[in-house]
C-alpha cells in the first residue's frame, strides 16, 4: 500500500513563505496525477492545486499567483510552495496521490499564518 507523508508546515506570519512537500513510498506503479488539499477548521476540506505526471498544472482561485506546485517524479515526491501566505491560508495541508484508479492520502501537515 502507497503511503504519503507530508512535511513542511508551521507557523509563519502574514506575507511569509513555507514550502510543504509529500513523498510516496512503497510505490509499485508509477504515480499518476498528484495534488495538494487543505481543510481549515469547521469548512470542508477543497482542492488548493494539482499536478499530472508530465507537469500540467492547475490552481484554486484563492492561491493563483502565489502558490507553485512541483512534482519529481524520481523521489515520488511533491512540492508546494506558498508565498504570501495569508491568515486564512491556515489550514491542515494534506497531498494526495493516484495510482492507477486509487487515491492515496497523506496524514497532513497543519498551516498556521499570523496576522
Known amino acids: 500500500q502507497v503511503q504519503l507523508v507530508e512535511s513542511g508546515g508551521g507557523l509563519v506570519q502574514a506575507g511569509g513563505s513555507l514550502r510543504l512537500s509529500c513523498t510516496a513510498s512503497r510505490v509499485v506503479y508509477s504515480i499518476g496525477s498528484m495534488a495538494w488539499y487543505r481543510q481549515a477548521p469547521g469548512k470542508q476540506r477543497e482542492s488548493v492545486a494539482t499536478i499530472t505526471r508530465t507537469g500540467t498544472t492547475n490552481y484554486a482561485d484563492s492561491v493563483k499567483g502565489r502558490f507553485t506546485i512541483s512534482r519529481d517524479n524520481a523521489k515520488n515526491t511533491v512540492y508546494l510552495q506558498m508565498n504570501s501566505l495569508k491568515p486564512e491560508d491556515t489550514a491542515v495541508y494534506y497531498c494526495?496521490?493516484?495510482?492507477?484508479?486509487?487515491?492515496?492520502w497523506g496524514q497532513g501537515t497543519q498551516v498556521t499564518v499570523s496576522s
Open positions: 494526495t496521490a493516484r495510482v492507477i484508479l486509487t487515491d492515496y
